[in-house]
Nanobody
Framework: EVQLVESGGGLVQAGGSLRLSCAAS????????IGWFRQAPGKEREPVSC????????YYVNSVKGRFTISSDNAKNMVYLQMNSLKPEDTAIYYC???????????????WGQGTQVTVSS
């Protein structure tokens, strides 16, 4: 059974940093892409970043470029999202999800974690 478990969320002041983790199991990790999405109160879920595990290719939405870094540790089946220079508008529940390829479309990701809350105060 595919399982994705996020951790590392919390409360941080604007300008601070957090590192989110996504622990993956139940599938051949290298064969898939892992994306990070977020959903803020009253808003739709939106893509944040994605990594193709087998070669480390990474993708970011413009709003987080230069501030967030996605990475993976294939030996540990882990994906991370390092978030620096956090802004109040980054406040959201952050989810990791599995797909065959990186995509901005939620429906391309067949498995999702439960999410971890990130709150950035001003």
């Amino acid at each position: 059974e595919v399982q994705l478990v996020e951790s590392g969320g919390g409360l941080v002041q604007a300008g601070g940093s957090l590192r989110l983790s996504c622990a993956a199991s139940g599938f051949t990790f290298d064969n898939y892409a892992i994306g990070w999405f977020r959903q803020a109160p009253g808003k739709e879920r939106e893509p944040v970043s994605c990594i193709i595990n087998i070669d480390g290719s990474t993708y970011y939405v413009n709003s987080v470029k230069g501030r967030f870094t996605i990475s993976s540790d294939n030996a540990k089946n882990m994906v991370y999202l390092q978030m620096n220079s956090l802004k109040p508008e980054d406040t959201a529940i952050y989810y990791c999800a599995k797909a065959y390829v990186c995509s901005a479309l939620n429906s391309d990701f067949g498995s999702w974690g439960q999410g971890t809350q990130v709150t950035v105060s001003s």
